[in-house]
């Protein structure tokens, strides 16, 4: 089986509520994505998977140099960043893409599947 990861995307300005319209919708978010979460375990698929701060609270690391260099974060300037993430094992791309499915309704993101190189 395959390791893929799929990165949950939201707006880099948040609100009280996150990226949500209230409170009810956050708590309703945060219960269906904690339902898909214990159906990755159930199922199989869970490797690991988290929600991150906003991406303010990054800081860049460039070690290339004699000295390495902080830089508070986030690294690029986009209107979007990753929010929270997953990393399942799936038998193919296509139940990969099923779950991303699965995971973007119940968080209520868009999520982007990638493979891990040479984890098979």
């Not at 690391?61 to 997953?86: N, R, S």
Request: proline share 4%.
């Amino acid at each position: 089986m395959t390791h893929y990861l799929l990165s949950v995307h939201g707006p880099a300005e948040r609100n009280e509520f996150g990226n949500y319209g209230s409170k009810e919708e956050m708590e309703q978010a945060f219960a269906d994505t904690s339902a898909f979460n214990e159906k990755l375990r159930a199922e199989g698929y869970w490797v690991f998977g988290g929600g991150l701060l906003e991406a303010s609270s990054a800081t860049v690391v460039d070690g290339q140099g004699e000295q390495p260099l902080f830089t508070d974060g986030p690294y690029l300037e986009t209107k979007e960043f990753i929010g929270g993430f997953w990393v399942i094992e799936a038998p193919d791309l296509d139940r990969a893409l099923a779950l991303a499915a699965e995971g973007s309704k119940a968080c209520r993101g868009k999520v982007e599947v990638r493979p891990f190189e040479g984890l098979a």
